[in-house]
């Protein structure tokens, strides 16, 4: 257990925060039921993750919990916990918000920069491979369309995503 | 007969030439049109919408706009481009304000979202533009001996009251499809849960883990193979299988088929047509019963 003294402060204005975020909207029509939890592929798989406990303490203002322990990278969107909640908390979404918000704030997991670069780069988050597009012909597939990599260039530039700082830190 | 824009997403062109090949060829013999255009981009999943919703819905909304510039509605293989790109065109389409945010930021490249165009997933266009009873007609081959187990991905379904395909809870378009070609879909424990695909890479002991119980699952109903539609479920089913093997020490041979390449075969496509090769797992046993 922490210390009063190592406990990092309260932000009771978080789940407000994270309701004006795109996604974050019905996070305050929580009322922990657990009708999300027990719907949960993960939950069933790994105790370090529990999308009502997630939720729970992001109403009680646990913002630097919730945005650098690592939990909210552990949800799959499968989306069957907002499907069931009788709440019509959109959970799924609001975890995109927490995930917005936790990348915002420099908590960057590896894979998700590796994400960002591939796209800044061609466009694609899976770079194509150069072996099968050659045996395209051998399989009756036409020659690959041009990728749109300027448009999307200008849509990341547009949108501020190319000057969030992709310092790699593994949230975990 | 109707075309459509066909929207390959990254992973297909990239991994799964057995996807798209199967897929282009049933659906040009069955009479649909299918046009490439040029510039499109990354679909924004998932991964894409953790790190920034407003960029991905962005662009989302531009590859819609691809084609609505082309007058064409868009057709989907990958059960997660189908996802972001029908959840942004249906939000967009109802949600004005939005609309203008987005709009502000696609400016940038000279788009307007305007909302004229549908996105549908693959099986949508078999429903509406083939229908079962045609389809039922143009197999064939005799799939009657196989016995499958559907699993159709999560974002086929979810959030069903955006994407509105079928009942989340007690789905039946997906199982429909495969028993109109002649095999018989066979329930299994806990068919609608996630592949734990999209884990893969940040948790993949949990993502492993998730997958073995869908292979667990589909091998106790003793089916002849899983039929998927998402590439990252065909992936994580096919190629898992060795993982599962080199750290469960379990081996399974649970053949992994698309539906599209299930459909080509049953159309009477030639296998050595559809780049089959590409599977992990061996797909003898389902040959092998196609008579």
């Known amino acids: ?172 | 007969m109707k075309s459509y824009a066909l929207f390959l997403g990254c992973t297909i062109p990239a991994r799964q030439p057995h996807y798209e090949a199967s897929a282009r060829k049933a659906l040009t013999k069955l009479g649909v049109g299918l046009v490439d255009l040029d510039n499109m981009t990354c679909c924004a999943p998932p991964p894409l919408q953790s790190i920034d919703l407003e960029t991905s819905l962005s662009i989302s909304a531009y590859n819609v706009c691809l084609a609505e510039e082309a007058n064409l509605d868009v057709v989907t293989l990958c059960t997660g481009c189908y996802e972001s790109l029908a959840m942004a065109n249906n939000t967009l389409k109802a949600n004005g304000k939005l609309r203008e945010r987005v709009n502000k930021i696609l400016s940038s490249v000279g788009k307007e979202f305007k909302g004229t165009q549908e996105v549908k997933h693959y099986l949508r266009v078999l429903v509406d533009d083939v229908g079962t009873d045609r389809l039922k007609e143009s197999v064939s081959k005799d799939l009657t001996g196989l016995k499958v187990a559907s699993f159709s991905g999560c974002h086929l379904l979810r959030p069903s009251a955006l994407l509105k395909f079928d009942d989340a809870e007690r789905p039946h378009v997906f199982d429909d499809l495969i028993e109109a070609l002649g095999p018989k879909s066979v329930p299994y424990k806990n068919k609608l849960k996630c592949c734990g695909g999209l884990l893969r890479g940040y948790a993949d002991d949990v993502a492993l883990a998730i997958a073995r119980d869908k292979i667990v699952n589909t091998t106790k109903a003793g089916v002849d193979c899983i039929i998927t539609l998402c590439p990252f479920c065909f992936l994580t089913l096919d190629l898992g299988q060795m993982l599962i093997k080199s750290t469960f020490h379990e081996e399974y041979n649970m053949s992994v088929l698309h539906y599209t390449e299930l459909l080509s075969l049953a159309l009477g496509i030639q296998p050595k047509e559809l780049a089959l090769e590409f599977h992990k797992i061996r797909l003898d046993n389902v040959l092998n019963k196609i008579k």
């Open chain 1, 1 to 172: 257990m922490e210390s009063e003294k190592q406990r990092k402060p309260l932000s009771p204005f978080f789940s407000e925060e994270i309701a004006h975020r795109l996604g974050g909207e019905t996070i305050t029509l929580c009322y922990q039921c657990g009708t999300c939890a027990s719907s949960c592929p993960v939950a069933k798989t790994t105790d370090k993750f529990n999308p009502r406990d997630i939720i729970k303490l992001s109403l009680l203002g646990e913002k630097q919990q919730v945005l650098s322990d690592g939990a909210i990278w552990l949800c799959s969107s499968c989306y069957n916990c907002q499907e069931r909640c009788p709440q019509k908390v959109e959970i799924a979404d609001v975890i995109y918000a927490l995930r917005n918000t936790a990348i915002k704030e420099g908590h960057i997991p590896n894979i998700y920069a590796e994400f960002a670069a591939g796209l800044m780069a061609e466009g694609r988050i899976v770079p194509i491979s150069k072996f099968v597009e050659k045996k395209r012909p051998e399989y009756g597939l036409p020659t690959l369309k041009p990728a749109g990599s300027d448009a999307m260039k200008k849509i990341l530039s547009a949108t501020g995503f190319d000057r969030i700082k992709w310092k790699k830190e593994e949230a975990s």
